[in-house]
């Protein structure tokens, strides 16, 4: 069973910085997508930043310049999401999302979720 156990929310005011990381641990091969998602209550989940296929990415227009999301070339297992000049509006639960092959199967997975809250 595949798990992702996302880390690093918490309360920043607006310019500040945080770091969240998401480890995918269990029976992974590969990993297809990997990416981080946003959600703020009554509203959908959306895509913030990923990782298509192999290192070509893709941002939400709303963090571009300001996030980047990166992967641990040593663990591909672990991907971070640098937020810089953070706003209130990037304000919500963050969680962490995977697209893992297994017997010719694409499976996704989600982590359980952290929250990111900026203050203003």
């Known amino acids: 069973q595949v798990q992702l156990v996302e880390s690093g929310g918490g309360l920043v005011q607006a310019g500040g910085s945080l770091r969240l990381s998401c480890a995918a641990s269990?029976?992974?091969?590969?990993?297809?997508?990997f990416s981080w998602y946003r959600q703020v209550p009554g509203n959908q989940r959306e895509l913030v930043a990923g990782?298509?296929?192999?290192?070509?990415?893709?941002y939400a227009n709303s963090v571009k310049g300001r996030f980047t999301i990166s992967r641990d070339n040593a663990k591909n297992t672990v991907v971070y999401l640098q937020m810089n000049s953070l706003e209130p509006e990037d304000t919500a639960v963050y969680y962490c999302?995977?697209?893992?092959?297994?017997?010719?199967?694409?499976?996704?997975?989600w982590g359980q979720g952290t929250q990111v809250t900026v203050s203003s």
């Open positions: 269990g029976s992974i091969f590969s990993i297809n997508h």
């Open positions: 999302n995977a697209v893992i092959p297994a017997r010719g199967v694409m499976t996704t997975y």
């Open positions: 990782f298509t296929s192999g290192t070509s990415t893709v």
